[in-house]
């Protein structure tokens, strides 16, 4: 599959909603020990939040959506943002962030992560960024595989936990 890689205008956002929630089934499949903390939302309600967060994040001037499409199917879309975080290692004071990478189910194992990952990647190389942290969901065996394969290597470890019991 050779799809077109192209970036998402704010008035588009919609079209990722059925995206998005193949996303929050393929999370909430994969993580069940998290429900301990609390249900997953609704795929309304995490659309709606979702929805907030990427229109909040257009608005800045170096993050980018970008989509992959085959004609008019939306086949996948990354959301990539460049943060100010200097920190101990010296691979600049601008970080990028992939905030979300999701392929279609029908999509997926046809090459539409690894051409969205690259636009991720030249885009952030544009900005003059030189490293990008990925976050992935617990149980994301696959995802794990999929970065590391690309060149991503281990960083931080994130956890989570109750504040009172």
């Known amino acids: 599959m050779n799809p077109v890689i192209d970036v998402l ?4 956002v919609d079209s990722l909603e059925r995206l998005w929630g193949q996303l ?3 999370h909430s499949q ?15 309600e995490s659309w709606r939040l979702r929805r907030g967060q990427y229109l909040a994040l257009m608005q800045e001037p170096l993050t980018a959506v970008l989509v992959a499409r085959d ?14 975080a200097p920190g101990s290692w010296q691979w ?13 189910d029908e999509a997926r194992g046809a090459g539409v992560g690894q051409a969205l990952l690259g636009a991720a990647r030249e885009h952030l190389t544009e ?10 969901m617990a149980g994301n065996d696959a995802a ?6 690309e060149g991503a290597v281990d960083f931080v470890r994130t956890l989570v936990m109750p504040v009172s019991e």
């Not at 004609?71 to 943060?83: F, I, K, N, S």
């Not at 794990?144 to 394969?149: A, K, N, P, Q």
């Open 92 to 104: 600049g004071d601008q970080v990028g962030v992939l905030e979300t990478l999701v392929v279609d």
């Open 9 to 12: 205008a704010s008035s588009e």
């Open 24 to 26: 929050l089934i393929h």
């Open 127 to 136: 900005s003059g960024v030189q490293v990008m942290k990925i976050s992935v």
């Open 71 to 84: 004609g008019e199917h939306l086949l996948g879309y990354a959301v990539v943002r460049v943060l100010h």
């Open 144 to 149: 794990l595989r999929f970065y590391r394969r």
């Open 30 to 44: 994969g993580a069940p020990h998290l429900e301990a903390l609390g249900e997953v939302r609704s795929p309304e």
